[in-house]
């Protein structure tokens, strides 16, 4: 991606550039974000708007004002408006720009339009153009819309970053009539790489079966970041005309990573006539292949490869496509998996990204043989603090699937309330509270804030209240379908690269 800062890494987390990634449901565990008007008030005003005027934390700072236009406050617009002209931090000031158009405030969205026309414009000093045409494709208005086709506009001159960000923000919009435009983008070869990319990848995001000649023209092209972008957006689409293209393309090109995008993109298509392809490649001697083989299997549904699949788990044989198969049959719900998967857990604490694949699996697989293993891991984990954040929120989600999470969330809270905690267990409590907390933890997490001294515990306070305003159902980090397929990038290294 060629956006890097804080603000971009975490506050576009919450941009919703895609629908939300759920790979476990949460059960019998009551109501998550149906929150009390009357406790939404004392969010606001004991924690966020505090916490925006005085902290000291610029991203709890950023934090609150981002969970104040979640929450859609109208009361808090001065509030906001104070924060983006006395605020120093530019990310702080960033979010909050963000914050206030979300919340429809007018004059900002003028003066972000303002940016996207004139590079001297007001916000200029802490916000560029292609972050203020990111946040323009959440502003659905003709003016709006002006703005970001300005930027394709022969006669003005926009730099890639401009282009591509323009290119998202028109494809937030979910509107077909832009796919003539953007396609010819995708299609220009004058254009930069990057540029055309992104043109495939927002053809992708509006997800209309017109885009797809365009996009199966750009799978002869010699550039392997095109090709694999082409790929990704038609598995977005999810057409079953797709689906020859891609095995075409899976059987003729040479590089890695646009097999790789093949693969995920072809099992989405969920044809049964395809498997004898992912067959093929599951077979191949190339590890990096196997691994997004077992995860291509995984999204099928298809469960004869599982004995292959439980093999290399319990055998370890092949180190590369090992996490992989760990996931995939967790995908598979596969029940026989349980006690290899529970041998992991036992013999590979070591190796805490497997120990952590390990427990998604047993989650989504949702065994209840597992809860009494599972709450003695966790009954350690409070003395020692051994795991890794990702390992633990995997554990609670685990915990939580299985029907504990009132007795975690207890356990959590009380650990709250000793103050010879040390403080990284009491960012993980923090963190995991408001990971798969309900209404009872907004009290908690309030007083922690107010009684804290620690700047950053009070962040993680603040943190943890924005992720109860964030789901109903709990978003794994580490997701493996994923409707924004440019992320699948990580993934793969993640999966594949990890020793």
């Known amino acids: 991606m060629i956006w890097q800062s804080w603000w971009e890494q975490n506050c576009l987390h919450y941009l919703k550039w895609r629908e939300p990634i759920s790979w476990v449901t949460v059960k019998n565990t009551g109501e998550t974000i149906s929150v009390a008007s009357e406790v939404q008030k004392k969010m606001i005003q004991e924690v966020f708007i505090p916490c925006l005027k005085e902290d000291k934390n610029a991203i709890a700072r950023a934090s609150a004002a981002l969970a104040l236009a979640k929450m859609e406050d109208q009361s808090s617009l001065a509030t906001l408006k104070e924060a983006l002209n006395q605020d120093k931090d530019f990310d702080v000031k960033r979010t909050?720009?963000?914050?206030?158009?979300?919340?429809?405030?007018?004059?900002?969205?003028?003066?972000?339009?303002?940016?996207?026309?004139?590079?001297?414009?007001?916000?200029?000093?802490?916000?560029?153009?292609?972050?203020?045409?990111?946040?323009?494709?959440?502003?659905?208005?003709?003016?709006?819309?002006?703005?970001?086709?300005?930027?394709?506009?022969?006669?003005?001159?926009?730099?890639?970053?401009?282009?591509?960000?323009?290119?998202?923000?028109?494809?937030?919009?979910?509107?077909?009539?832009?796919?003539?435009?953007?396609?010819?983008?995708?299609?220009?070869?004058?254009?930069?790489?990057?540029?055309?990319?992104?043109a495939a990848l927002a053809l992708g995001f509006i997800?209309?079966?017109?885009?797809?000649?365009?996009?199966?023209?750009?799978?002869?092209?010699?550039?392997?970041?095109?090709?694999?972008?082409?790929?990704?957006?038609?598995?977005?689409?999810?057409?079953?005309?797709?689906?020859?293209?891609?095995?075409?393309?899976?059987?003729?090109?040479?590089?890695?990573?646009?097999?790789?995008?093949?693969?995920?993109?072809?099992?989405?298509?969920?044809?049964?006539?395809?498997?004898?392809?992912?067959?093929?490649?599951?077979?191949?001697?190339?590890?990096?292949?196997?691994?997004v083989s077992a995860i291509s299997w995984g999204i099928t549904g298809n469960e004869k490869i599982l004995p292959e699949l439980r093999e290399l788990v319990e055998k370890k044989k092949r180190p590369m496509a090992y996490n992989a198969a760990i996931v995939a049959v967790g995908l598979l719900n596969d029940k026989k998996s349980v006690p290899i998967l529970m041998k992991v857990l036992e013999k590979d604490k070591a190796d805490q990204i497997a120990w952590a694949y390990a427990v998604q699996s047993l989650a989504m697989i949702g065994d209840n043989q597992i809860t009494p293993a599972l709450e003695k891991i966790f009954e350690e984990d409070q003395k020692k603090c051994s795991l890794t954040t990702e390992a633990y929120n995997n554990l609670l989600v685990a915990l939580t699937v299985l029907g504990k999470r009132k007795e975690v969330l207890s356990v959590l809270t009380k650990q709250l309330e000793d103050?010879?905690?040390?403080?990284?267990?009491?960012?993980?409590?923090?963190?995991?509270?408001?990971?798969?907390?309900?209404?009872?933890?907004?009290?908690?997490?309030?007083?922690?804030?107010?009684?804290?001294?620690?700047?950053?515990?009070?962040?993680?306070?603040?943190?943890?209240?924005?992720?109860?305003?964030?789901?109903?159902?709990?978003?794994?980090?580490?997701?493996?379908?994923?409707?924004?397929?440019?992320?699948?990038?990580?993934?793969?290294?993640?999966?594949?690269?990890?020793?």
């Not at 309030?446 to 159902?473: C, F, G, H, P």
Request: hydrophobic share 40%.
């Open 96 to 198: 909050v720009a963000f914050s206030l158009a979300m919340l429809q405030d007018k004059d900002t969205i003028n003066e972000i339009i303002e940016l996207t026309n004139n590079n001297q414009a007001k916000f200029s000093k802490f916000l560029d153009r292609p972050t203020a045409l990111l946040i323009l494709g959440y502003i659905k208005n003709p003016a709006v819309l002006e703005s970001i086709n300005g930027v394709f506009d022969p006669k003005k001159k926009s730099d890639t970053e401009t282009q591509c960000a323009a290119l998202l923000a028109l494809a937030n919009f979910k509107d077909k009539s832009y796919i003539p435009l953007i396609s010819n983008i995708l299609n220009d070869k004058s254009k930069d790489a990057n540029i055309r990319v992104y």
């Open 419 to 499: 103050k010879n905690l040390a403080n990284d267990i009491k960012l993980n409590t923090l963190h995991g509270i408001g990971y798969i907390g309900d209404k009872s933890s907004i009290e908690p997490l309030i007083n922690a804030y107010k009684q804290e001294k620690d700047n950053w515990v009070r962040m993680y306070a603040v943190q943890s209240l924005l992720l109860l305003l964030e789901k109903e159902t709990i978003n794994c980090y580490c997701c493996v379908i994923a409707n924004y397929n440019f992320s699948i990038n990580r993934l793969i290294l993640d999966y594949m690269f990890a020793k």
């Open 207 to 291: 997800k209309d079966p017109s885009a797809l000649p365009e996009l199966k023209k750009a799978l002869d092209e010699k550039d392997n970041s095109i090709r694999s972008s082409a790929v990704m957006a038609l598995g977005m689409i999810k057409s079953p005309d797709s689906k020859n293209d891609l095995i075409n393309l899976l059987n003729k090109d040479k590089n890695a990573e646009v097999k790789a995008y093949t693969l995920l993109s072809l099992a989405q298509l969920r044809d049964a006539s395809t498997y004898p392809t992912l067959s093929k490649i599951s077979a191949s001697k190339d590890y990096f292949l196997q691994g």
